[in-house]
């Protein structure tokens, strides 16, 4: 059983964008050491000559044709009719990421 270190616990903390405290971090190297071990125990499981799957209930999407109705197709100067803040064809709107928390 190999302890995961501080500074990797931290590292992982950074990646997640998550803030701990000193308490947290040993909790945290705590657990994180038991799942990086339990995915070292199942890489010792013999799987050889077990056949690959993606899913084990058998069941199948279903999927319909996708049929158009051309008479229910707007054209770009309908869809945009009823807004008066456009540019080059498109609909304007205020910018979403002006602000961005993570700077």
């Known amino acids: 059983m190999t302890k995961l270190s501080k500074a990797e616990v931290l590292h992982v903390?950074?990646?997640?964008?998550?803030?701990?405290?000193?308490?947290?971090?040993?909790?945290?190297?705590?657990?994180?050491?038991?799942?990086?071990?339990?995915?070292?125990?199942?890489?010792?499981?013999?799987?050889?000559?077990?056949?690959?799957?993606?899913?084990t209930t058998g069941l199948e999407n279903i999927n319909r044709p996708d049929n158009v109705k051309a008479e229910a197709i707007l054209t770009q100067d309908q869809v945009l009719s009823g807004n008066d803040k456009t540019f080059n064809g498109y609909f304007k709107v205020d910018a979403i990421l002006a602000e961005r928390s993570d700077k």
Request: glycine share 10%; no cysteine.
């Open 13 to 55: 903390a950074q990646l997640a964008k998550i803030k701990l405290t000193d308490g947290e971090v040993e909790k945290y190297a705590k657990q994180l050491t038991g799942v990086v071990d339990f995915i070292g125990e199942l890489s010792e499981v013999d799987t050889n000559g077990i056949e690959p799957t993606s899913q």
